[in-house]
């Protein structure tokens, strides 16, 4: 039964090896990125809004009916914001998509400020409009440390 046990907890952190990021961990990056109240913004508006796009999974891409992609935990399209040398794209984020992929998450969280500084801010992101816009969020931070 013990040795049942330790197998079910550790064969979980061999399946989340790599791409999801713990809440906590992502709550910490992003109060040092000075995300916490950004645009009006708070820490939990930002958990949310990459629960719901990727489910904390920092390698995330999905294909667009369009055929733009998605990428990284803020799931940010490949027509407007990055290059993916795919397709046409306005990149205005300036930035080769694969970036938005890598683990330090630096691109990802410059590219998100620059989205939620335009017209519509967070709402631009459909599904942070459905499933977070206006609900309670502080739940997002529970167990969370900052310092
Ligand atoms: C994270 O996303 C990548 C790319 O879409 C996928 O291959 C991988 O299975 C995902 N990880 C989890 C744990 O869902």
Redesign the pocket.
């Known amino acids: 039964m013990r040795a049942l046990f330790i197998c079910v907890a550790s064969c979980l952190l061999v399946?989340?090896d790599g791409?999801?990021i713990n809440r906590c961990t992502l709550a910490k990056i992003l109060y040092e990125e000075d995300l916490d109240g950004f645009e009006g913004y708070s820490l939990p508006d930002w958990l949310c809004l990459a629960f719901v796009e990727s489910q904390f999974?920092i390698?995330?891409?999905?294909e667009n009916a369009d055929g733009s992609f998605d990428y990284g935990l803020f799931q940010i399209n490949s027509r407007y914001w990055c290059n993916d040398f795919q397709s046409h794209s306005e990149n205005f984020c300036h930035t080769n998509c694969q970036e938005l992929l890598n683990p330090n998450l630096i691109s990802s969280i410059h590219c998100a400020k620059r989205i939620v500084s335009g017209s519509g801010g967070m709402k631009n992101w459909v599904a942070w409009r459905l499933h977070c816009l206006g609900r309670p969020l502080s739940y997002w931070m529970t167990g969370c440390r900052l310092e």
């Open positions: 399946v989340n791409n999801i999974n390698s995330k891409v999905n």
